[in-house]
């Protein structure tokens, strides 16, 4: 266990950021078209959130009871970049070969993209001892931004915002709602929360462990030496969250980890189809500490699909971007997961964020869940889990409700299955990994205009 404990702090201290001499408050750039437009927010003294917003070139304003939405991306990791993940991989206008996306969520809303918490990507912060500790501190600091950004741009306050999350992003996107929620009704933030959609979200650390054993054993990939050992780490972490022992239960969670991969001869934690990419695991130690982390962007890097590109995202996002952008600072360099982020949220990383659901539920605001099928560790068996724990009144009826198909284009083919009771709304989505608007465009696409009730909406 010490090994594990020193493997995490030891990044604290080799890696001191020094970043001088950023005096502006918000300083923000415009390009050209004025379709797009990014800048700086100083959160608080010393701690910069980088954000990047796109105007949709579709927008239809037809009939004003459905004002155009907007929605603000939350990437997950912690310390992922949504400015370069969820952006260039995902959702936004170009992929990371800077070709246009079909499939890019422009065109049922504007996009808002942040790199959160400040540490992150383009986000930085002039002391270490800045970077978040838990998910309500990163919560602040994004109400904040929000606060610079909508309250002084009356046309952006029309727009109803919707709070979409993927992966560890679902924690940040459900305290957020609250925060923000508080600040509205104080008066000090000017904007209309459409609602929240949590995509392959970690809102319950302990039901996706538990999720892990039977699914991998049903689907073969465990035999029942896998499915014991699985079961007994998850069980550790289950009473380690219990008892609040909250850094302990992440170590255990990365030895769960490294349980699962060696026993199932290295499936891929983001499609437990597949098995984990071709880099070469040299060195144990460093592998472990990373495993959520070196994964993520490797998974969808294997998604592009042009070779001879523009390269792999660090390259773009250091280069071309960076000089597009103009007011990075120099010395900041663009990682897309930092692990210093990371690591400072380690005591909070486990804990559930399930009664924050509830209290969305109870305020009457829509919550969204959505889920890749071949996901596994955000899986949608683990999903289930904690909806079903949910205090909310409408459960039983939302579980008795009846689910529809989905399709997509003209297919014939079942994509998806969806659900609604009142204001809990359930999307199943065939075919997709952890990555869902990558691995499922067509389907994410046509549910991101229902989630945000876009009046470019086709279903
Ligand atoms: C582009 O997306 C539209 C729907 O948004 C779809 O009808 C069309 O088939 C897509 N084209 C390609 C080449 O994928
Ligand atoms: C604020 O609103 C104006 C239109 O009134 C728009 O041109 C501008 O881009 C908006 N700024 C932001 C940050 O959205
Ligand atoms: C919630 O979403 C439904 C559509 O699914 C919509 O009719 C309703 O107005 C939304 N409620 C709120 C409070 O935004
Ligand atoms: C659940 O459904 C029943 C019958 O459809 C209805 O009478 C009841 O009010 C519903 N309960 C809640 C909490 O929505
Ligand atoms: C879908 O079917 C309609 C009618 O058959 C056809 O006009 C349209 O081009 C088809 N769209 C795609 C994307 O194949």
Known sequence: MGKWCSIVFSLLF??????????????????????????YVEVRPKAHMFWWLYRSPYRVEDDPSKPWPIILWLQGGPGASGVGIGNFQEIGPLDSDLKPRNSTWLRKADLLFV?????????????????????????ADLTTLLEEIFNRNESLQKCPLHIVAESYGGKYAVTLALSALKAIEAGKLKLKLGGVALGDSWISPEDFVFSWGPLLKDISRFDNNGLQKSNS?????????????YVDATNSWMQLESVVTSNSNNVDFYNFLLDFGSEAITDQVDFSKGIAVKRYSTYLSSLRSSPG????????????????????PENVEWEGQSENVFTKLVGDFMKPRISEVDELLAKGVNVTVYNGQLDLICATMGTEAWIEKLKW??????????????????????????????????????????FVPSDQPCVALNMVGAITQSPAASW
């Open 393 to 434: 009144e409408g459960l039983l009826n939302f579980s008795s409700t009846v689910r529809t198909p989905l399709y997509c284009g003209n297919n014939t083919r079942t994509e998806g299955f969806f659900k609604s009771y009142k204001n809990l709304h359930f999307y199943w989505i065939l075919g997709a990994g952890h």
């Open 233 to 245: 780490l998850a069980l550790k972490i289950k009473q380690q969250i219990e008892q609040g022992q």
């Open 14 to 39: 080799f890696f001191p950021l020094f970043h001088g001499g950023i005096a502006a408050a918000a300083a923000a750039a415009k390009a050209q078209e004025g379709l797009e437009e990014w800048g």
């Open 115 to 139: 790199d959160n918490p400040v540490g992150t990507g383009y986000s930085f912060v002039e002391d270490e001892e800045l970077l978040v500790k838990t998910d309500e501190e990163a919560a």
């Open 309 to 328: 590109g523009v390269g792999d995202l660090g390259s773009l996002m250091n280069g071309v971007i960076k000089k597009k952008l103009k007011i990075i």
